[in-house]
């Protein structure tokens, strides 16, 4: 996954590019990096690993080394950019979120009559952003090279760009399934993943780019260089999960969504006769909280925090590289309320369930504290599917999803032909799915949120949502 931020202002604004890139530190944990443009220094640029530790640690002296009247910066999990660009379209910096799946057919493609080259990582990996600023270059000008490179990506690609004028080009990508929000402040105007980065920066909102929009962003305005395409697809998973509570996609707020979510689930397990006997509805923290008290205020039973993630020192599990120690971390932080847990009937509300890793410690964390009954939901369907959209953090390949590695357990790869019965509670196959998982974590109870369920959370046409992660379907 990615975030990134730009402003173009009357005044130096690397300080506040700074802050706007720190608040996407929720999108990615490997590389981070920003540059400025400049009218004496021309464009600067700093790139900094963040594996082990927080963006603003490796950015805080930004502004001692970088000044500019425009700047752009990202958080990622791919490769170190932004990258600096020389080309015939002149000198710029380019940030590329997103994911291409025909990477390695382009790049034989553009070295086969091009007479370039590409900067080969380990394994003969070329860089994405490089790639993409190679398609651009094709054309002779940024707004015909962009839409080339939309056309030809088999993926996802939301392209951001600093000229040395210290104009921002920004796409958002074709299909849409990444935000560009615009925002505008008494003297500036900025881009960015999270529309609250700005507002925080005293910027209101100024619009969202349409699927495969360009935009030129100066300290004039915002121009419109190209109009949105008319289909969209935009990610579910960014309101059930990777979205930030205060974070509003489309015009839904994820915090308000998550609510709606968990109220909707204890709705369906009300029709269902199937709300568990239980003291507390928890939340699985953090993200999983929302969706809890959703569940609770619907369901009238109390909501409450039997263990506390102690967030000080590790705020996140994910960070260390090898999953035994994230799993370490992740145990290391659950801080119980013994009170809250001895001798209870619990039932945790999740935002997802996706490998499972963690799942047979927490539940042996709160037995081990006393935990009379774990109850499980999870706030989205089974994840059948890994994104090929998208490169979310630690990347997962559809065998170490939890719920479709049990089917191929059960039934071989021909019981992938019946996701839809699995995903139906109703169903021998959903029963025996949700049976299976419960003998093996331990659980008393499991259920998933249905399709209809989430997508009614979000509230915008089922049309204009991806949900390939669950159904295999855009």
């Not at 579910?236 to 994820?254: D, H, I, M, Q």
């Not at 145990?331 to 999740?350: C, N, R, T, Y």
């Amino acid at each position: 996954m990615g975030g990134f931020f730009g402003m173009t202002a009357s005044r130096d604004c690397v300080q506040d590019v700074f802050f706007g890139v720190d608040y996407h530190s929720h999108l990615g944990t490997k590389t981070a990096g920003m540059a400025a443009a400049d009218a004496e220094l021309g464009l600067q640029r700093e790139i900094h690993s963040i594996n082990n530790s927080l963006f603003r640690t490796k950015f805080e002296h930004i502004t001692d080394e970088m000044k500019g009247c425009s700047a752009i910066g990202s958080i990622n999990d791919t490769d170190p950019q932004p990258l600096l660009i020389q080309s015939n379209l002149g000198t710029y910096a380019i940030i590329v979120t997103g994911k291409i799946n025909n990477a390695d057919q382009l790049r034989d493609q553009f070295l086969s009559f091009s007479g370039g080259h590409f900067n080969a990582m380990s394994g003969g990996k070329i860089d994405m952003t490089e790639l993409v600023s190679a398609l651009i270059d094709q054309k002779s000008s940024f707004v015909e090279g962009i839409r080339f490179a939309q056309k030809v990506i088999d993926g996802t690609a939301l392209i951001l760009i600093l000229k040395n004028d210290g104009h921002i080009i920004v796409a958002r990508d074709r299909d849409g399934r990444l935000p560009v929000h615009l925002g505008k402040g008494a003297d500036c105007y900025c881009c960015s993943f999270e529309s609250f980065a700005y507002r925080k920066l005293d910027c209101e909102d100024a619009g969202e780019l349409g699927p495969g929009e360009i935009a030129e962003i100066s300290v004039d305005g915002i121009k419109r260089l190209s109009p949105p395409l008319e289909e969209m697809h935009i990610c579910s998973f960014l309101w059930s999960y990777y979205g930030y509570p205060t974070s509003s996609y489309e015009g839904v707020n994820v915090e308000l969504m998550r609510c709606r979510n968990g109220g909707i689930m204890a709705d369906n397990d009300k029709n269902d006769g199937k709300v568990p006997d239980v003291d507390y509805v928890c939340g699985v923290p953090d993200s999983g909280t929302p969706h809890a008290i959703g569940y609770a205020n619907e369901s009238h039973i109390p909501f409450a925090r039997p263990y506390i993630k102690y967030t000080p020192t590790w705020s996140r599990s994910f960070t260390p590289e090898h999953q035994s120690e994230r799993n370490k971390v992740a145990h290391m932080k659950q801080i119980p309320v013994a009170e809250l847990i001895d001798g209870k009937k619990l039932m945790f509300v999740d935002d997802s369930i996706v490998r499972g890793t963690q799942l047979r410690e927490t539940v042996e964390f709160l037995k081990q504290n006393g935990a009379a009954e774990v109850h499980m939901r999870s706030a989205c369907p089974p994840i059948m599917f890994g994104c090929k959209y998208l490169n979310f953090s630690r990347a997962t390949g559809d065998g170490d999803l939890l719920t479709h590695r049990i089917i191929v357990e059960l039934e071989g790869e021909g019981g992938l032909e019946h996701i839809d019965e699995y995903c139906d509670a109703s169903s021998e196959r959903g029963k025996k799915l949700r049976a299976v998982i419960c003998e093996r974590f331990g659980f008393d109870s499991l259920e998933f949120q249905t399709l209809e369920g989430i997508e009614k959370a979000i509230g915008l046409d089922r049309c204009k949502l991806c949900t390939y992660c669950w159904n295999g379907k855009e």
